[in-house]
């Protein structure tokens, strides 16, 4: 099946009043399968928005391919735009209108049933809100409107930039029970956001962009696996040991970074070798787990924001997917 979303060097030029120029897209990359969760993360000015509005035909590209459900896009964005919902930035709703109001509009403009406004009310939880009038909504019933408004086409691929602003823990919670329940159903979700852990949660898969350039792309599994540091967590019976276990570790060939409880260990292939070698010292582990990086470290590192520190959490490797397959 060919991938829902796909976009190949695409470069976009931005020129100033006064002269000059800004490059936001220096060549970028993407593609998203078919019934996907997919992530899309950078920092603020790494291009993102961008992206996501050349993709829809709200600006043009300098260069570059797309292909949107199989078709290029621009030139084929009137064949494809009717299965495609979208949100990119915050949408502006009048405020004297009730929910059902908005959707009832925004329905008969698009050819879609009536019927589908109720649906869509009960999906984004606010189907008891639906009368009151918008202007009395928090900005999260407000994001939750808008995440409506870009499902009343019942879309194949739903874009969404920042669906969980202004959400308290409840409601992102409930926004990520959408998600999946979206995908579960064969719809394909781009999802930009900056609640990295809420992404790598939700997400099947991400694509990082820095500086207008692809810098990582594949599953979140692979993505983190492929940036993972390589070391164990190593914690003893006692804690008293760990001068010596540290000693004993190095010696076998290991690389050592002692903490107040606990060693993080490189260098060494194989955990069972830890174990052996400070068991033959009478040190007895307690603790032995590999250190992986979680999305938001491996975020901060690819763009230039601050090194991997990796997160002290075992790693399930059923999940893990060979890390030659993540593209850097």
């Given at each position: 099946?060919?991938?829902?979303?796909?976009?190949?060097?695409l470069h976009k030029t931005y020129r100033g009043l006064f002269g000059g120029s800004r490059t936001a897209l220096d060549g970028f990359d993407m593609v998203v399968e078919a019934g996907e969760v997919h992530g899309f993360?950078?920092?603020?000015?790494?291009?993102?928005?961008?992206?996501?509005?050349?993709?829809?035909?709200?600006?043009?590209?300098?260069?570059?391919e797309m292909r949107v459900?199989?078709?290029?896009?621009?030139?084929?964005?009137?064949?494809?735009?009717?299965?495609?919902?979208?949100i990119v930035e915050s949408p502006q709703f009048f405020g004297h209108f009730s929910a059902r109001d908005t959707l009832s509009l925004l329905a008969d403009a698009g050819n879609v049933p009536q019927t589908r406004v109720d649906e869509v009310l009960e999906l984004v939880g606010l189907r008891d809100r639906a009368k009151d009038k918008v202007k009395a909504y928090s900005l999260g019933m407000k994001q939750r409107l808008a995440v409506a408004s870009a499902l009343l086409k019942q879309p194949r691929l739903l874009i969404l930039d920042e669906p969980a602003n202004g959400l308290d823990p409840g409601g992102i919670r409930e926004m990520r029970d959408l998600m999946r329940g979206l995908a579960a159903g064969g719809m394909t979700v781009v999802l930009s956001s900056h609640i990295l852990n809420e992404v790598e949660q939700i997400c099947d898969s991400v694509t990082?962009?820095?500086?207008?350039?692809?810098?990582?792309?594949?599953?979140?599994?692979?993505?983190?696996?492929?940036?993972?540091?390589?070391?164990?967590?190593?914690r003893l019976e006692s804690p008293a040991d760990l001068a010596t276990a540290g000693a004993a570790l190095t010696e076998a060939g290991g690389?050592?970074?002692?903490?107040?409880?606990?060693?993080?260990?490189?260098?060494?292939?194989?955990?069972?070798?830890?174990?052996?070698?400070?068991?033959?010292?009478?040190?007895?582990?307690?603790?032995?787990?590999p250190v992986v990086a979680d999305l938001e470290s491996v975020f901060?590192?690819?763009?230039?924001?601050?090194?991997?520190?990796?997160?002290?959490?075992?790693?399930?490797?059923?999940?893990?997917?060979?890390?030659?397959?993540?593209?850097?």
């Open positions: 099946m060919a991938p829902v979303l796909e976009i190949h060097g993360l950078g920092p603020n000015g790494s291009g993102k928005t961008t992206t996501l509005r050349t993709l829809l035909g709200l600006i043009k590209a300098n260069g570059g459900l199989g078709r290029p896009v621009p030139d084929h964005l009137p064949a494809v735009i009717g299965e495609v919902g979208a990082i962009i820095s500086r207008g350039r692809r810098v990582t792309a594949g599953s979140v599994a692979q993505v983190l696996a492929a940036h993972s540091t390589g070391q164990v967590l190593v690389r050592v970074t002692a903490h107040p409880d606990h060693l993080l260990v490189a260098g060494i292939a194989k955990p069972a070798e830890i174990t052996r070698t400070l068991a033959a010292r009478d040190l007895f582990v307690s603790e032995l787990s901060l590192q690819l763009t230039g924001t601050a090194p991997v520190t990796g997160q002290h959490r075992q790693v399930d490797q059923s999940v893990v997917a060979p890390v030659s397959e993540v593209t850097a």
